[in-house]
């Protein structure tokens, strides 16, 4: 265990050791370079295989002691002050102070830090479990068929979205915004798709909602789609949420056709390329509307974070450290998100939670990384491969008709898709929302509390944009590519 702690410029700091044994200041510009920390004992036991690592570790055994500490200490008080020493290091993009506890004593006491530095954030790595169990730890053979997770609807139950789209649109005459539960009275299917929120976050963490498609082709205009599309969703979380700088409340996920970028420089979204798995920013609901189908592959693919954590904690327990540390950094682009370093791993109020994608942390290719954002090393690559191989070994592929609803616990569920061939006349064609249930919502570490509320405060100055008819995408900012 241990904390990190960012600094930039004066009052003193006081901060609680109880158990821990280590700790990393920062300056404010250096986003993390240490592979991996763990508990510090005689001889500085750093376990990252950079030269900064080897350079620590024999600064201490050399005892040069302090030599070229990058922050100017005031005064360093401690219950035991000779229980820690001070190993330090710099580097050309910030620097790094390292106070390690010693093998004499059990644990430090509560320690008072004066530095020319403000306290920016003291984030505490927890004490992951060694396996998490519930029925959120599936993998391919829990379920029998896929109707161990979808919803169909039986004829009633068509017959009563067709009469709650007729309520809303001919007797209340409101606008889209405007569907709820109560707006949208759904008196049979409304408990089973209560059920089913019940599972998306406490339970298996995935549902799809089979059923509703037109009889006839044309039978639902793309406004009455998106009308369906709200109504059922408001059962299984009811805030919705923006997905851009500019409010777009929806996402029109196709290969964008007309336009002439290279594949391999679009957001994925508006590709036939394969992802890898990942999760969609700080959503908590990533809910998708299947409009149509590929000719070929388009599958959505999803695999059990949970699983994978188990895995990893079993075979490469090294790596759940490596995780969840704060040492991840994120590029941003545009005003939505700015770029943070942060754990990829948390394991926070009894649930394991993944927040990543590949983009915004390796870069891209044809784009110069954000100024200041360091590489990841080839641990921490190796640490994405093998994150993607167990999620590709624990994968179960959501064949989804057109019609088909399908909801999604970001934190607790993974996702990706297949490469795939489009049709000529009728593409594969998704609507996505994003979405939150306030009451059975996961409570979050601090860490994503920030950009959850980006996307879910109606304060946030970005507005609601509700763009119910795809426009076709030509050009594609760099801030696209680097979200989901």
């Known amino acids: 265990m241990g904390y990190w702690v960012g600094v930039q410029s004066t009052p003193p700091a006081v901060l609680p050791y109880p158990t821990w044994k280590t700790l990393i200041l920062r300056s404010c510009d250096f986003l993390g370079i240490l592979s991996r920390i763990t508990s510090c004992y005689k001889f500085a036991r750093l376990r990252a295989p950079t030269s900064f690592a080897r350079r620590a570790v024999g600064a201490y055994i050399d005892g040069s002691g302090a030599a070229g500490c990058p922050f100017s200490f005031r005064s360093i008080t401690s219950n035991s002050l000779d229980s820690f020493v001070i190993i330090s290091t710099t580097f050309t993009m910030g620097a790094e102070t390292i106070l390690s506890h010693t ?265 110069k990384r954000k100024a200041g954002l360091p590489v990841l090393s080839q641990e921490q690559k190796n640490a994405l491969e093998i994150v993607e191989r167990f999620a590709t070994e624990g994968q179960i592929s959501i064949n989804t008709e057109p019609g088909d609803l399908l909801f999604i616990n970001n934190h607790g569920v993974l996702h990706s898709r297949e490469e795939f061939t489009d049709a000529v006349e009728n593409p594969r064609y998704l609507v996505r929302m994003w979405l939150k249930n306030e009451e059975l919502a996961w409570d979050l570490p601090e860490d994503l509390q920030y950009g959850n509320s980006r996307i879910y405060d109606r304060d946030n100055g970005l507005g609601e944009r509700w763009n119910l008819v795809d426009t076709p995408r030509i050009e594609f900012a760099v801030a696209e590519r680097l979200t989901s």
């Open 103 to 367: 093998e004499h004593i059990p644990a430090w006491g509560d320690l008072t830090l004066t530095l020319k530095g403000e306290l920016a954030h003291a984030t505490k790595i927890p004490k992951l479990p060694n396996e998490i169990c519930g029925p959120l730890a599936w993998n391919p053979s829990t379920f029998e068929s896929d109707a161990d997770y979808t919803i169909t609807l039986d004829d009633r139950e068509i017959k009563e979205v067709r009469s709650a789209i007729s309520h809303f649109n001919e007797e209340l005459d409101l606008s889209g915004s405007e569907v709820s539960t109560t707006t949208f009275p759904l008196p049979t299917l409304g408990p089973k798709l209560r059920q089913a929120a019940e599972d998306v976050h406490n339970g298996k963490g995935f549902v799809v909602v089979r059923g509703i498609r037109d009889m006839q082709p044309g039978e639902f205009s793309p406004e009455d789609k998106i009308i369906i599309f709200l109504g059922i969703s408001s059962y299984i979380a009811g805030a919705r949420g923006r997905q851009d700088e500019n409010g777009n409340m929806l996402s029109h996920i196709r290969n964008a056709k007309l336009s002439k970028t290279p594949q391999s420089q679009r957001p994925t979204r508006y590709s036939s390329r394969a992802s890898t798995f990942h999760t969609d920013t700080f959503c908590d609901i990533l809910a998708l509307q299947s409009r149509s189908n590929a000719m070929e592959g388009g599958a959505t693919l999803v695999s059990s974070t949970w699983t994978v954590y188990n895995k990893l904690q079993k075979e490469h327990p090294e790596l759940c450290e490596l995780l969840a540390q704060p040492i991840w950094p994120f590029d941003s682009r545009g005003s939505f998100f700015p770029c943070s370093t942060r754990p990829l791993l948390y394991h926070h109020d009894g649930k394991v939670m993944m927040n990543f994608a590949r983009e915004p942390l390796l870069g891209l290719e044809d784009v």
